[in-house]
Each structure stands twice: as C-alpha cells, then as structure tokens.
C-alpha cells in the first residue's frame, strides 16, 4: 500500500505537466484568435494599393509596399477631416460624460431627494436597452424633427451622457464616507462645493476610466454616424473608411492602412492608460 502511494506520488508531476501544457496550447490557441484580425489588417495595410475582388483575397498581401498609406490620405480631400471629426466628436462626448455623469452620480448616492430611487431604477432600465434599438427614435428626433444632420450636435448630442457612466460614478461615490459630506456641510459648505473640493478629489480614478471607456466607444462607433451624415466632409474616420468599398470590388489595402491609422489612438490611450483600464473591471462591482 505504501510503494502504491509512493507511486500515485510520483505520476503526479506529470499530470500537472500535460494539465498546463493543455492550459496552455488552449489559452495559445485563444491568444491565435484574439490577434489574427489585428495582424490580417495590419498586414493588409502593406499590400498594393488595387482594387481587390472578393474572389481573389488572401490571407497575406503577395506585394509589401507602403503605397496604400499614400494612397489612404490621397484618396479625399477630407481624410484628414474624418480623423478631426472623430477627434472633436469624441473629446466633446469625454467631456459631457465626465460632467454630467459624475453630477448626477453624486445626487443619486449622496444626495435624498424625492423619486430618487424610481429614477435610479429607470436608469438601470435603460442600460438593459439594446443599443440598436434606441437608433429609430433618435433618428426621427434629430433628422426629421430638428433637422440636425451633418452637424457635430448630431454625432454628440446623443451619447452626451450614458446611463452605464451615471450607474458607475452611483457606485463609486457610495463609497465615499458620507461622514465627509457631513462635516462640511456643518462647516457651511454647498453642495457645489461640496462636489468640486472633496468628491471629485477622491473620484480621480473613476472618472479616468469613465473617459477612457467613453472616448474608445464614441472613436469606434460607426452605426450612428452612419445615419446622420451625408456630407463626406462630416464623416468620422470609421464611416470615411466604407467608402474604400465598392459594388464590384475593395480598395483593402488603403482601407486597411486607414483602420491602422486609426487604432493608434486606442493603442496609445491604452499602454498609456492601462492601469485605469484594469482598475475599471472592479469599480462598481463592490460596494463599501
């Protein structure tokens, strides 16, 4: 019994190598998956600069050249215009989102008002709402209603605020001691005060992972301003880059060194950034 368990002893090492080897080549084979389309449109972006048929794709450009970047800025006057388009909209809705979310944060965690949780629930009921969905009414309200197409009002007006952005600031202000509210409100203190001197101080973190989030969804957003632009000159980058597509044909490798160009931001914000990207996974998660 005793050589048995020696035994059972010593085959477990092996079994621990073949568990992580499987871990492994599963975790390697995700890994494959995950960065496959970052390396097909990376490499694409090196390809020739010729109308390419779907017939004829490959997996890996046959010719490497830089041409298709010459070719991505060359090909309208407003390949710039797309990428400051995309640029304005997404600082403006940053900012908007930052403001307004983390004040009506405050008021739902700190501040008793009357339908303070009917409102709250309604918020929570609004993140439920598929994105698509809210696009019809939006459209009616801003194209036939205010006549608002081709304007930066349009492209920002409705991701201004986010019910997911006041949901999360709700959380994270709730964990703010409401002892601190108290003593400076005893000191005399407004809630404007109040709010600028001692909550946003302590909301650093929240409110850079509310920026982050919200500058890479409104950067990557195509459907929306889809809809409300017509004029080439008020194209955002991911809108500009579907007219590289043609009926019989695709401009990829232009196309493709155009979505190059415009992921750099995201790749800069992030290594620059990524500690708030990770910190963002737990916030709102835990209360207290």
Known sequence: MASGLYSQHLDRP?????????????LLFCAIVVLFPLVYM????FGPNLETASSSYHIFPTTWTLDSYKAFFDFSDYSWKWLFNSFVVALATVVSNVVFASMAGY???????????????????????PYQVTQVPL????????????????????????????????????SIPTALIESAKVEGASQIRIFNSIILPLSKTVLAVMAINTFVGTW???FWPF????????????VGLKTFKFANG???????????????????????????????????????
């Open 250 to 288: 695709t401009l990829l490798s232009p196309m493709m060194a155009g979505a190059c160009v415009s992921a750099i931001p995201m790749f800069i914000l992030f290594f620059a950034l990524q500690k708030y990207f990770l910190e963002g996974v737990t916030i709102g998660a835990v209360k207290g």
């Open 14 to 26: 092996y079994v621990y190598k073949i568990r992580n080897l499987l871990i492994g080549l599963v």
């Open 139 to 174: 459209y009616i309200l801003f194209v036939n209603k205010f006549k608002m197409t081709n304007s930066y009002l349009a492209l920002i007006l409705p991701g201004c605020v986010t019910s997911y952005n006041i949901f999360l600031s709700k959380q994270f202000f709730s």
């Open 227 to 238: 809809l409300v632009t017509s004029q080439e000159a008020m194209y955002t980058i991911q």
């Open 107 to 129: 008021a739902f965690s700190k501040i008793n008002f009357k339908g303070r949780n009917f409102l709250f629930f309604m918020i929570l009921v609004a993140m439920m709402i």
């Open 220 to 222: 990557n957003t195509f």
């Open 42 to 45: 990376l490499a694409w972006s």
